[in-house]
């Protein structure tokens, strides 16, 4: 404000100043509705960690520091000339990451209907800047940080030692002194144009505004944030010889101004991850060397084999429940011989099996990326979603009833933001990203975060083909770390059962698969009896020796064991697909039905019981008779009756998911045809 009066007093004082900073035109104009309900919503984002969750330089600095300098490195002492120094590089590197980051929303199709939110503002004002789409910014604060993470990591080694950047009340001095003197002019009706030769350096408000005008001379210019250097390297800069007037908003491609395509919060949040969609879709569409489509399967899974799938599936669930009770802290240590055992953790490595079979299945059924995508995402989080929110309800009020129901090894308390967002995101295994974090009570989500990484993992290999398919791969695995690729190739074995065609035919063949089925168990039980888990485990700490394996492997500690529980288990399940190929199957019969209602709900079991396990601990009385019945019953009955709303109900959120994509789409298209149609109204001008 005080910048724009000297401004307003150096053109004349034309009219009264306050009106010639606020206009009505500008500031009563719908656009301007929208900018206020978009900065609430990205303070809302914001308030949940996710913008910074995605902005970590600071951890890929220090993992490059110390991966050149080792345990020997000793810094340098900094001074005020090195500090001048880091302060320009750390500003530059940011800037161009932000310019190729603004570049890529405008110039790839898939990116810009999230970018466009932001361009679709009919007019400019300071508030306008928080007119994004969330996910612009978690995409370009990715960008940065990785890029601005090693360009820091080398000043530290270089000639640093220690980062110390020129501030102002803690900012970063060039970034204050930029913003305070022209920031908010950008997205304003003030033109302000620094000259022609300074413009060649230095981005002005004149010329960022330029940059959302709609007329074709002015697309694709000036994406440069502080620095117009890059635009001038890359043949991307506009400087105005005067002041032009110009009409912002979006246009048809032709300099022709359509109607405002996001009218509403929900559609600014919601139409773009269609329109993105529909540009993958059109992409692929018109690409031979981006994705496949994979062959149907050539049979389905049989009763008898998907019911056996079922009460395996079932049986894993309720040994990871009671192994977890056998903790002290829930029954005394009295059945603690299963911790002994260990047999919570053998339950999810077969867990994993199944998911492999299961999941190389569905991807012959699905066929297409699409399809196989939306499958997974609405199975997973019509599940986890609700568990999220139980888990901090219950973890809320169980630690007000008694704390010491809550041991630090098995609660962290984490700031809302960081749970949901390493919940939501299903990334808190992944070490690749940063260090691994519990939910709250519920550890059991650290298989989730494997399941999801195996899912990425099998479905870039399996639909998508040429580089691409070899960047998307590397770049997943580099995210998920080493502890969930340790386990990857156990559930790999599960995928090959499914894809080894078993022979069905010959009595042979029947006599082999009883062998096969029952000895595969018989000999993990005895390898199991005879300290074989032991063993492996410290093969795997001779191994890595100079490293700290738990820190490293983290819940795949036991990956040697862990893979020969997976081989036994397949070779179990290949009998069994062999012995039960032409078995007829009673599917009403009382036992079906009970497996099957309560594999229905295992996905359930397993999210839930942790939370309802201490919230139980925290608030049952320790004399109540029958204490571990009730503790058992109830976890169950919470436990299914969460299935109840959530998990069996699949289908039917699946029907809702299709029926809002299908309005949404209809209504996008109808939008834009009228839009085409229909003049610019001279309010929108």
Known sequence: MIIAYFIWRYRGSPGKFSKWLVPKYVYSHRSNLLDVKLFFASRAFAAFGIFGALFFPTTVAYALLNLLGGDEYEPAQSGWAQ?????????????????????????????????????????????????????????????????????????????????????????????????????????????????????????????????????????????????????????????????????????????????????????????????????????????????????????????????????????????????????????????????????????????????????????????????????????????????????????????????????????????????????????NLWTGISDWVRLGTNGPIWSLSYEVGFYLLFGSIVFLKGPLRIVIVALIALLVGIPVLAMFPAWLIGVLVWKKTPDTHSSYARIKAWFVAIGSILILVALKMTGVPETLENITIQAIKHHNHDAVLVYSDEVLWNTAIAICIAMHLHGVRVLTADLPMRNKSLTSRSIRWIAGGSFSLYLVHYPTLHLLDAVLPEDLLGYDLWLLGLTLAICFGFAALFERPLKQYRAILRNAWNRISDASKSQLKVAQRSPQSAENR
């Not at 604060?141 to 501030?167: E, R």
């Not at 491609?253 to 540009?279: C, H, N, R």
């Not at 196989?372 to 019509?382: E, P, Q, V």
């Open 83 to 427: 500090a001048v120094v880091a302060t320009l590089i750390i500003v530059a590197s940011s800037d161009f990451c932000k310019y190729w980051a603004h570049r890529a929303h405008h110039e790839m199709k898939f990116l810009w209907p999230f970018h466009a939110v932001h361009h679709s503002a009919d007019v400019l004002t300071p508030l306008t800047v928080q007119r994004v789409h969330p996910i612009e910014p978690l995409l370009r604060n990715f960008l940065i940080s990785i890029v601005v993470g090693v360009v820091q990591g080398l000043c530290l080694y270089v000639f640093l030692g220690d980062i110390n950047i020129l501030t102002i009340g803690g900012a970063n001095a060039l970034y204050f002194l930029f913003n305070a003197l022209s920031a908010n002019f950008r997205h304003s009706h003030i033109w302000i144009s620094y000259g022609r030769v300074i413009e060649h350096i230095l981005i002005s408000p004149a010329q960022h505004q330029i940059h959302h005008s709609v007329a074709t001379k002015h697309h694709d210019k000036n994406y440069g944030s502080m620095f117009a250097l890059w635009d001038w390297m890359f043949g991307t800069l506009y400087i105005p010889s005067e002041q032009e007037k110009l009409t912002f908003g979006v246009s048809d491609g032709a300099g022709k101004p359509i109607d405002q395509p996001y009218p509403s919060l929900t559609a600014a949040l919601i139409l773009p991850f269609k329109e993105s969609w529909d540009a993958i879709e059109g992409r692929i569409g018109t690409s031979a060397g981006m994705t496949q489509t994979v062959a149907p399967n050539t049979e389905s899974i049989q009763p008898g084999f998907s019911l056996w799938l079922d009460f395996l599936r079932a049986s894993a669930a309720f040994t990871v429940l009671v192994g977890h009770m056998a903790h002290i802290r829930f029954t005394r240590g009295d059945y603690y011989f299963l911790r002994d055992w260990n047999v919570a953790s053998d339950a999810v490595a077969v867990f994993f099996v199944l998911s492999g079979v299961v999941i190389a299945y569905a991807a012959g059924r699905d066929q297409t990326l699409g399809r196989y995508a939306f499958n997974r995402i609405s199975r997973i989080y019509s599940v986890l979603v609700p568990a999220l929110f139980l888990t901090i309800i219950f973890d809320a009020i169980g630690t007000r009833v008694d704390m010491t129901a809550y041991p630090d090894l098995y609660y962290s308390s984490l700031p809302v933001g960081e749970f949901f967002w390493r919940g939501l995101t299903i990334t």
